[in-house]
Nanobody, 122 residues
Framework: QLQLVESGGGLAQAGGSLRLSCAAS????????MGWFRQSPGKEREFLAG???????DYADSVKGRFTISREDAKNTVYLQMNSLRPEDTAVYYC????????????????WGQGTQVTVSS
């Protein structure tokens, strides 16, 4: 079983930045692709960014150029650097894991963190 714990959420102003972290434990982290998703009230959970076990990245169009995903296998941690934040980025952000390769379908990720709230004020 792989456990995931997100941190780094909070309040930011529009145009500002936040960095989310997700610490993993319980399995060999380097075997896993890692992803970031978010969910706003009344909306479905959406894929934002993913990074494969080999370091290949994928981004949703809504965040491409503003958000950057990275991983540090020595620390069993994945990050999401969020720049140029907008009020519409307000959501609960989730870290997820699956073996080896990234996929954009939410149901294809078996491991999830508990989520961290990000609120962007205008």
């Amino acid at each position: 079983q792989l456990q995931l714990v997100e941190s780094g959420g909070g309040l930011a102003q529009a145009g500002g930045s936040l960095r989310l972290s997700c610490a993993a434990s319980g399995r060999t982290f380097s075997n896993f692709a890692m992803g970031w998703f978010r969910q706003s009230p009344g909306k479905e959970r959406e894929f934002l960014a993913g990074i494969s076990s080999g370091g290949v990245t994928d981004y949703a169009d809504s965040v491409k150029g503003r958000f950057t995903i990275s991983r540090e296998d020595a620390k069993n941690t994945v990050y999401l650097q969020m720049n140029s934040l907008r009020p519409e980025d307000t959501a609960v952000y989730y870290c997820a894991a699956r073996l080896y390769i990234v996929g954009r379908i939410t149901g294809g990720w078996p491991y999830w963190g508990q989520g961290t709230q990000v609120t962007v004020s205008s």
